[in-house]
């Protein structure tokens, strides 16, 4: 048998005095009809992922609104979901001050820019050998990688400065395009043996190494400008979580402190190198972190206009 304890002498407290973290105040409205995206915004209960989304908002537009430093770091798939249009009335809005893709990124958004298509069928194609062998695409994305090497170029800028000298049918759709006529920088993280490109028989190991070599010093320099500025971590998961945590140290390491940093990461999957190497590490000790958790294509254009309606009320 089991001595059981006496439940009668527990100690209680009161509702009033006790501690909560929910309160009436943080609930959420209900939709008027006709209603404005502000008061959508403000109908938001101000808890959770709701109340992150806010926050995240007035950091972007109080940095933009003081000069500082807005960086955004993509991976691919938001490309393929249709977001370039969003990305790119950022960047004219000057909201977005850089841009970093990794390697798919620049063959996503040369291939919409060239023909309007892109993404092809993986299973299928891998059981020909076809998959990735895509003439134009290989071809004309190492010639570009090639001649912007030469010229000392990163290869963000010798890919931009290749697709604005030529005549691609969707130019306007292209983030690489729109980077070049914004003198927006943008800059190209690669690992190699990643792409498709680099099993085209013209890839250039020694471009491609360098010119991602000069975008990773370049981007480098744009966070050490990042002082009570915000980074914006859109869709990758390895690539430029890794890539920006050594921006970060390395700064920090050449006297930058990136002090009062806000970091965010948009994923529908919130993968742990994204969440340690964007969200937690880089905000030590006074910069605060966000995961926004949902599908590119709803959570950021839903982002983007919370952005343009709050700059433009005051």
């Known amino acids: 048998m089991v001595d059981l304890l006496d439940f009668s002498k527990a100690k209680t407290v009161s509702l009033d005095t006790r501690p909560s973290k929910v309160s009436l105040s943080e609930s959420a409205t209900p939709w008027v009809r006709g209603g404005t995206l502000q008061a959508f915004l403000s109908g938001l209960p101000g808890i959770l992922g709701a109340r992150d989304l806010r926050e995240v908002i007035r950091a ?5 609104l003081t000069g500082r430093v807005v960086l955004m770091g993509m991976g691919a798939h938001p490309i393929k979901v249709g977001l370039n249009p969003v990305v790119i009335d950022l960047m004219r809005r000057g909201i977005i001050n850089g841009l970093a893709m990794n390697g798919a990124g620049i063959i996503h958004d040369f291939e919409l820019a060239l023909v309007g298509h892109t993404s092809e069928d993986v299973d ?7 998959f990735g062998m895509a003439e134009e695409t290989g071809r004309m994305l190492n010639e570009a990688i090639s001649e912007g090497h030469v010229r000392g ?16 049918p969707h130019r306007a759709i292209s983030l690489l395009v729109a980077a070049v006529e914004a003198h927006i920088p943008v800059t190209v993280h690669v690992a190699v043996g990643t792409d498709i490109i680099h099993m085209h028989p013209m890839v250039d190991g020694a471009a491609i190494g360098a010119g991602s070599l000069r975008d990773f010093q370049t981007l480098t320099s744009l966070v ?4 009570g500025g915000v980074y914006l971590n859109l869709g990758s998961a390895v690539i430029l979580p890794e890539v920006f945590l050594k921006a970060v140290t390395l700064a920090r390491n050449l006297g930058h402190p990136l002090n009062d ?4 990461n948009m994923d529908f999957i919130q993968h742990y190198r994204s969440r340690v190497n964007v969200v937690s590490r880089p905000t030590k000790p006074d910069g ?3 995961a926004l958790t949902g599908h590119h294509e709803i959570m950021f254009p839903l982002l983007a206009a919370a952005l343009i309606e709050t700059i433009g009320a005051k």
Do not use: P
């Open 288 to 290: 605060r972190g966000y």
């Open 153 to 168: 170029l990163g290869i963000g800028a010798s890919v931009g400065q290749f697709m604005a000298t030529h005549d691609f």
């Open 224 to 227: 050490a400008r990042m002082n």
């Open 60 to 64: 972007i537009v109080d940095a933009h």
């Open 124 to 130: 299928s194609e891998i059981l020909t050998g076809t």
């Open 261 to 264: 940093i806000t970091t965010v």
